[in-house]
């Protein structure tokens, strides 16, 4: 199993960090920890987010594949399409690793043999998104018709951590929702603001993830969290608000300065 990151330059932000450094920290400490465990580490881009880690952060395999994303002017808004759309790209088993995700220990072993997996589950809000793209002219496919204002699913899956060893069931999901997202009629429709939301994204990543799993392939998806929200390895996540904690970034530098040799910090 591999180990998978990527970026894509064009959504604002810094994945959530106050800086574009802040943003290189927390990506090289998670990429070191990936290299402990994983035999291959590769990461997806495109041309702009390449040359942001190039001579910085070592991978295995570096990839332009997201370049196609601003060629086909996909809404920079929605920022986990380009997670999908890498989905996609997948031939082998693999571990997709978001840039706020510290792994310091081997996952458990049934992960390692499992279908799919995640990092955990959350409850499910998504429903009035839904609804709300369906009924502005949002075109699905017969999954998504079926579900839509289905209620029955209440939990939907964090994907900070995501992958599996039927690499060809998740892209094919994947593939889904390409072919959703960039059908004429949608493009029309995501190009109206008011839908471009972190709602929208997890509609598309999190909760198509159930229908196309679970309901249709009869995968389950196992997590690395039990019921109980505890983790059975060293795991950190750092969420939301926690990237533009000053303490917590200084304690990410300081963890860069002592375990990566050669990384360029800027104080």
Sequence with gaps: ?????????????????????????????????????????????????????????????????????????????????????VYSLMDQPFAYINSDVYIREPLPQHILDSNIFCQGWEHNTMSKGIISLKNNGF???EYWERFYNDKSITSIP?????????????????????????????MEVLMHKRFLTEEINK?????????????FEGVEMDSLFNENGICPIKYTHIIDDAKKNRSIMEKVKNKCKKEIKNLIIID
């Design 158 to 186: 964090n994907m900070q951590i995501f992958g599996g060893n039927q690499f060809e069931c998740i892209r094919q999901y994947a593939s889904d929702i390409i072919s959703m997202v960039e059908h004429p009629f949608n």
């Design 1 to 85: 199993m591999i180990a998978v990151f990527s970026n894509w330059s064009a959504p604002l932000g810094n994945s959530g960090f106050l800086s574009r450094n802040d943003y290189i920290l927390s990506l090289a400490l998670s990429v070191k920890c990936a290299r402990d465990i994983f035999p291959e580490v590769h990461f997806y881009g495109d041309k702009k987010s390449i040359d942001l880690i190039e001579g910085k952060i070592p991978f295995d395999k570096v990839f332009d594949s997201l370049e196609i994303l601003n060629e086909k002017k996909i809404p920079p808004e929605l920022s986990s399409y380009s997670r999908i759309f």
């Design 203 to 215: 509609v598309l990543e999190q909760w198509y993830a159930v229908v196309r799993f679970i309901y």
């Design 139 to 141: 075109y699905g496919n």
